[in-house]
């Protein structure tokens, strides 16, 4: 499973747009990337995924260069509620045809302060 | 909005006792997880779970056991509870598509307190 590094914490102000980047150097061919956003007491939940390129919705956008050895979340317009953990998952989400699924490892983290 | 429940939500409990963490989900997943979090701590996985009668260990050890009896449940044990177990529980499960990247959904947890 590759391993992710992300910034322990980031500060940010209301109405910003925040940029949270995540190495994976040994991504693999059928890796896929997920960020999660998790709230003190609470689940993690999902905010997006991709594979490459650049994929938006309602939430968020997520950039994938060409090599996939990094990735960047970006958050438009903080708010106050966006103060959150949030997670960069790289790893094989499939299950896949031999069985052998997959598990999630979350790694430790980008703790977004938003200030007024 | 998942539909994946946990419970209790929160539970305090003496040493020794044996309690039994609860998770279903009405989703069909035919995978599910257990994660363990301590406050302000990253998340580790536990168990995890392939489909009915499959578990596995996670990458934490852990003194707690699975069964995974029917799709939808998948209860975690600890038989005697010490204080070193307090911690959250985050259950979670994901379904299998084959051609795309899932999405793992999570439960709300269960705050487990040992005296």
């Known amino acids: 499973l590759a391993k992710t590094t992300q910034p322990i914490s980031m500060d940010s102000y209301e109405g910003q747009e925040v940029n949270i980047t995540c190495s994976h150097n040994?991504?693999?061919?059928?890796?896929?990337i997920t960020w999660y956003q998790q709230f003190p007491s609470q689940g993690p939940r999902f905010i997006i995924q991709g594979y490459k390129t650049k994929v938006t919705n309602e939430v968020a956008s997520l950039f994938i260069p060409a090599d996939r050895k990094s990735s960047t979340l970006s958050l438009p317009r903080v708010s106050l509620s966006d103060t959150a953990v949030y997670y960069c998952l790289v790893g094989l989400l499939l299950f896949l045809i031999y069985n052998q699924g997959g598990k999630l490892i979350f790694g430790q983290g980008t703790e977004l302060s938003v200030k007024p | 909005e998942a539909d994946i429940y946990q419970t209790p939500r929160y539970l305090v409990i003496g040493t020794g006792k044996k309690i039994t963490l609860e998770c279903s989900q009405t989703m069909g997943h035919d995978k599910m997880y257990w994660y363990q979090q301590d406050p302000g701590m990253e998340l580790h996985l536990i168990h995890y779970s392939y489909g009915v009668n499959s578990t596995e260990k996670g990458d934490l050890s852990s003194e707690s056991t699975v069964s995974r009896i029917r799709t939808e449940h998948f209860p975690l044990t600890l038989e005697s509870a010490r204080p070193s177990h307090t911690s959250q529980y985050l259950c979670?499960?994901?379904?299998?598509?084959?051609?795309?990247?899932?999405?793992?959904?999570f439960g709300e947890g269960s705050w487990l307190t040992v005296v």
């Open positions: 040994n991504i693999a061919t059928n890796d896929y």
């Open positions: 979670a499960s994901s379904d299998k598509d084959g051609f795309s990247g899932n999405t793992i959904y």
